[in-house]
C-alpha cells in the first residue's frame, strides 16, 4: 500500500530511543486498510499542544492507526519481562504497541505517544498484534473516567477501526488506541535485565528513571535505594486511590504496573457495585489472586521485584543490598495506609485526624462486608444523611445494625471536626463519585458501538463520566445499581 503523503509535526522528542539502545527494536506498524476515526480527545490534544488544525479526520486517523511514516516519531517496540499471576515471563514486550515517540506538552512535561493494536512485532509471540473495538472503547472509557476521579492515569488519545476483521471468539471489528502516558517503564522493564544479570544495563534504566521520573534523586549517594523508596510512595499512593473509588485492576503482573505510578493497561478491570473484599471480575483470576482487597498486598508484592532487580546496584554486598531493600519495601505499608486513611477521612467528611480514625474506617468496611451494600451510593449518601436522614444509606444495608452502631461513632466524630456542615457536604461530594464506569452502562455502550456501530451511549457514558462529582438533572440512571437481571459481572483480557 503507498503511504498516504501526510504532513504533520507534532515535535516529537524521542529520550528513549536515543538514550536507551537495545531496550527496544525499531519497528513500523501496519498499515490500516480503511482507518476511521471513532474518538479524538480534544482536551488531551490541545494539552499536549499537538498541531492538528491542519490535518484532516482522515489523516488523524491513519497517523493513529500506525504504519504512517511521521516527521521526527521513531517508532519502536519495547522490550520486558513479567511475573505473570506469580509466574514469571522472561521475555514479553510490546507485542501488539508501539511506542510512536515522546512529546513535550505545554507545561513542560514529558508523554508517550503510543499505539496498542498497530500489528505483530518482534515479541508478538503466537498473538496476531491487533486490538478490537470492543477493549480498545472499554480502554478508554476506564481510562479517562480514572483520570475525572483524579486517579493517575495513562490516557486514551484516539481510538481508531482498522477496517480489518480481527479473530477473537469470532471475527470481530479491528481497532487502535493511541495512548499517552508519563512513560512506558515497567517494573518488568527492570526485570527482563535483571533476569539476563545485565547490570550495566540495569543501571542504565535506573538512571534514565531517574532523570525521567525522579529527578530529585539525581547525585544521591544512595539514588537506587531511594528509587525504591519512591516508587513505593507512588504506588502506595495510586493503590489508596484505586482502592477509594473502588477499581479492581484484575490483572497486576508486574509488566502492567507503571515506574511512574499511573494506572496501566485497563484490560479486564472493573468498579465494583456491591462491596466485597473478595471481588474478582476477570474471567481467568480463578484463584482471586487480584480481589479488591488484595490489590495493596500484590502491589508489594511487584515493587519486590523491582527492587530485586536493583540488588546489585544498591549495595555490593548482597546480604546488605537484601536488608537495605527489604527495609524500604516493608515501608509501602506504612505508605499505604496513610495515603488510604487520608482519603477515607475525606470521603468521611472529616478535616482534623485522630488517633482512632483508623478503627473508625475498618468499622465502616466491616459493616459493609456481606451486606450487598452498594460502595459508590453509600459514601456518596453518606452526605446527605450527616443531618439525621439516614433512611437511604440504610437501606443500601440487608440488615443496617453494624452500620447503625457504626453510624452513632461516625456521628460523635463528626461533633469533634471543625468544619460546618455545609463545608462538610461540600468536601465529601468533591472525593465520592456520584457517577462511575458502573458495569452495565458499560457493557450497554460497548455492545451498541460494536454490534450496531451506534455510538451514542458510548459519546453520552463519556460525559457523564467527565464530570463524576458532580450531579445533573436527567442522569439519574447513571448513579444507578445494575438491574437484578444483569447478573454477575465478567471481564476478559481482550486480547
Ligand atoms: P497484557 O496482559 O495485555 O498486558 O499483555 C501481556 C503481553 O502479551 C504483552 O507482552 C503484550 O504485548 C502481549 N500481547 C497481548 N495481546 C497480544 C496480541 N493480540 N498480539 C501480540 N501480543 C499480545
Ligand atoms: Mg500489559
Redesign the pocket.
Known sequence: MTQPNINADFNFNNSYAEQLEGFYVPFVGDQAPNPELLRLNHALVESLGLDIKDLSVDDIAAIFSGGIELKGSRPLAQVYAGHQFGGFSPR??????LLLGEVIDKNGERFDIHLKGSG?TP???G?????VVGPVLREYILGEAMFALNVPTTRALAAISTGEQVFREGMSPGAVLARVASSHIRVGTFEYFASQNETGKVKQLADYTIQRHFSELQGSKDCYLMLVRAVCKRQAELLARWMCVGFVHG?M?T??MTISGETI?Y?PCAFIDTYDSRAVFSSIDHQGRYAYGSQPQIAQWNLARLAESLLPLINEDSEEAVKLATAELNTFSEQYQSSWLAGMRAKLGLASEEKDDLNLVIDLHKAMQGENVDFTLLFRGLSSAIDGETSTVRSLFDKPDSFDQWFVSWSERLSRDSLKNCERIHLMNSVNPIYIPRNHKVEEALNAAEKDSNFAPFERLMSVLSKPFEQREGLEEYALPAPKDFGPYKTF?G?
Open positions: 514479553l514486550g510490546d507485542g501488539r504497541a505483530r515479541y508478538s509471540r498473538g496476531d498484534g491487533k486490538a490483572v503482573n509488566d502492567n493497561d484490560g483480557c486480547t
